[in-house]
Protein backbone atom coordinates (compact mmCIF):
# COMPACT_ATOMS: atom_id res chain seq x y z
CA UNK A 1 0.00 0.00 0.00
CA UNK A 2 1.29 3.13 -0.80
CA UNK A 3 0.14 6.46 0.32
CA UNK A 4 0.82 9.63 -1.20
CA UNK A 5 0.81 13.26 0.07
CA UNK A 6 0.95 16.06 -2.07
CA UNK A 7 2.31 19.86 -1.15
CA UNK A 8 3.39 23.14 -2.78
CA UNK A 9 -0.30 24.40 -4.72
CA UNK A 10 -1.07 28.02 -4.30
CA UNK A 11 -2.09 30.91 -6.16
CA UNK A 12 0.02 32.49 -8.42
CA UNK A 13 0.10 34.74 -11.17
CA UNK A 14 0.31 34.16 -14.91
CA UNK A 15 3.85 33.60 -15.81
CA UNK A 16 4.86 32.70 -12.14
CA UNK A 17 6.47 29.60 -10.86
CA UNK A 18 5.39 26.64 -8.42
CA UNK A 19 6.87 23.43 -7.53
CA UNK A 20 4.63 20.80 -6.60
CA UNK A 21 5.66 18.23 -4.33
CA UNK A 22 4.70 14.23 -3.46
CA UNK A 23 6.01 12.27 -1.06
CA UNK A 24 5.55 8.20 -0.83
CA UNK A 25 5.21 6.61 1.89
CA UNK A 26 4.33 2.58 2.77
CA UNK A 27 6.30 0.79 -0.06
CA UNK A 28 9.61 0.57 -1.48
CA UNK A 29 9.09 4.30 -4.12
CA UNK A 30 11.75 3.33 -6.56
CA UNK A 31 9.74 0.04 -7.57
CA UNK A 32 6.83 2.78 -8.83
CA UNK A 33 6.20 4.77 -11.93
CA UNK A 34 4.92 7.97 -10.69
CA UNK A 35 2.32 10.25 -12.27
CA UNK A 36 1.23 13.94 -12.46
CA UNK A 37 -2.57 14.33 -12.63
CA UNK A 38 -4.71 17.37 -12.76
CA UNK A 39 -8.45 18.14 -12.51
CA UNK A 40 -10.11 21.94 -13.13
CA UNK A 41 -13.73 22.39 -11.96
CA UNK A 42 -16.27 20.57 -14.32
CA UNK A 43 -13.92 18.00 -16.43
CA UNK A 44 -12.20 15.21 -16.16
CA UNK A 45 -9.37 14.51 -15.02
CA UNK A 46 -5.73 14.68 -17.54
CA UNK A 47 -2.50 13.14 -17.80
CA UNK A 48 0.04 16.14 -17.00
CA UNK A 49 2.93 13.82 -16.76
CA UNK A 50 5.16 10.59 -16.31
CA UNK A 51 8.25 10.01 -14.93
CA UNK A 52 9.82 6.29 -15.02
CA UNK A 53 10.80 4.26 -11.73
CA UNK A 54 14.68 5.19 -11.91
CA UNK A 55 13.46 9.03 -13.30
CA UNK A 56 15.47 8.72 -16.56
CA UNK A 57 12.27 9.18 -18.82
CA UNK A 58 9.53 11.38 -18.22
CA UNK A 59 6.04 11.98 -20.49
CA UNK A 60 4.36 15.20 -20.36
CA UNK A 61 1.32 16.03 -22.11
CA UNK A 62 1.40 18.73 -24.93
CA UNK A 63 -0.32 20.93 -23.05
CA UNK A 64 2.42 21.46 -20.48
CA UNK A 65 5.57 20.40 -22.29
CA UNK A 66 7.90 22.69 -22.42
CA UNK A 67 6.68 24.24 -19.25
CA UNK A 68 6.44 22.35 -16.71
CA UNK A 69 9.44 18.92 -15.65
CA UNK A 70 8.72 15.93 -13.48
CA UNK A 71 11.51 14.79 -11.44
CA UNK A 72 12.42 12.29 -8.59
CA UNK A 73 14.35 11.88 -5.53
CA UNK A 74 14.26 8.31 -4.79
CA UNK A 75 16.36 8.60 -1.56
CA UNK A 76 13.61 10.84 -0.07
CA UNK A 77 10.45 8.93 -1.61
CA UNK A 78 9.37 12.39 -3.33
CA UNK A 79 8.70 13.33 -6.81
CA UNK A 80 8.60 16.69 -7.86
CA UNK A 81 6.46 18.84 -10.81
CA UNK A 82 8.07 22.22 -11.66
CA UNK A 83 5.96 24.27 -13.05
CA UNK A 84 6.87 27.81 -14.84
CA UNK A 85 5.56 30.03 -17.23
CA UNK A 86 1.41 29.04 -15.48
CA UNK A 87 -1.18 30.27 -17.68
CA UNK A 88 -4.53 30.60 -16.01
CA UNK A 89 -5.56 27.17 -18.07
CA UNK A 90 -3.30 25.73 -15.99
CA UNK A 91 -5.82 26.14 -12.52
CA UNK A 92 -6.75 22.90 -11.07
CA UNK A 93 -6.60 20.50 -8.33
CA UNK A 94 -2.93 18.63 -9.17
CA UNK A 95 -2.70 15.11 -7.87
CA UNK A 96 0.41 12.72 -7.99
CA UNK A 97 -0.74 8.87 -8.20
CA UNK A 98 1.93 5.93 -8.36
CA UNK A 99 1.75 2.48 -10.34
CA UNK A 100 3.60 -0.43 -10.40
CA UNK A 101 1.69 -2.41 -13.21
CA UNK A 102 -0.49 -0.74 -15.57
CA UNK A 103 -3.29 1.17 -13.67
CA UNK A 104 -2.97 3.96 -11.64
CA UNK A 105 -3.45 1.96 -8.54
CA UNK A 106 -2.30 4.91 -5.74
CA UNK A 107 -3.52 8.39 -5.43
CA UNK A 108 -2.56 11.42 -3.43
CA UNK A 109 -5.48 13.56 -2.28
CA UNK A 110 -4.31 16.80 -4.50
CA UNK A 111 -3.12 20.05 -3.84
CA UNK A 112 -4.75 23.10 -5.53
CA UNK A 113 -3.12 25.26 -8.24
CA UNK A 114 -4.61 28.65 -9.01
CA UNK A 115 -3.34 30.46 -11.18
CA UNK A 116 -4.55 34.37 -12.03
CA UNK A 117 -4.30 36.18 -15.24
Known amino acids: QVQLVESGGGLVQAGGSLRLSCVAS????????MGWFRQAPGKEREFVSTITSSGGTTYYSESVKGRFTASRDNAKNTVYLQMNSLKPEDTAVYYC??????????WGQGTQVTVSS
Open 26 to 33: GATFSNYF
Open 97 to 106: AARSGIRWNY
